[in-house]
């Protein structure tokens, strides 16, 4: 089976990590951010729709990226079992990305969910030309943590 990275046509970027690699991410997927912060992700990324029951990613792999989630409700699953869900919009996934680690849990669309998925080549970008949103990034997976 081929790695996804390949397929996405995607390299990995080494990208400053905030947190040691390796690190069990142990707190919610859920940065909150503000609106304008969020709409200017969006605009770095893809948009995605999911249905009910639709996995949107699955535990223990390795993210290529983040979802900046929109609207909708999101479950977090561990196994089969339902730990979290979330209703307000947010960046789901960067701790575990700059972490390189897998992803604690698996998500699933509890409703019509909308994403936008801001790839890791998208984040090195923004490091470089939006500092400052990064930064916020950073600070949010700092205060999570």
Request: include cysteine.
């Amino acid at each position: 089976m081929k790695d996804a990275q390949a397929e996405s046509g995607e390299r990995a970027i080494p990208i400053p990590l905030p947190l040691a690699k390796g690190r069990r991410v142990q707190k919610p997927l859920a940065l909150k951010l503000d609106t304008e912060s969020l709409d200017q992700l969006k605009t770095r990324g893809t948009q995605q729709a999911y249905q009910r029951g639709q996995v949107v990613f699955y535990e223990g792999h390795r993210p290529l990226g983040v979802y900046v989630h929109e609207s909708g409700k999101i479950a977090f699953l561990k196994g089969r079992r339902k730990v979290r869900e979330c209703a307000d919009p947010c960046v789901l996934g960067f701790q575990v990305l700059m972490a390189d680690v897998g992803l604690p849990f698996s998500a699933r669309a509890e409703s019509e969910v909308a994403l936008t998925f801001v790839g890791r080549t998208a984040l090195q970008r923004i490091r470089e030309e939006q500092p400052a949103l990064y930064q916020q990034l950073e600070k949010a997976a700092g205060d999570a943590a």
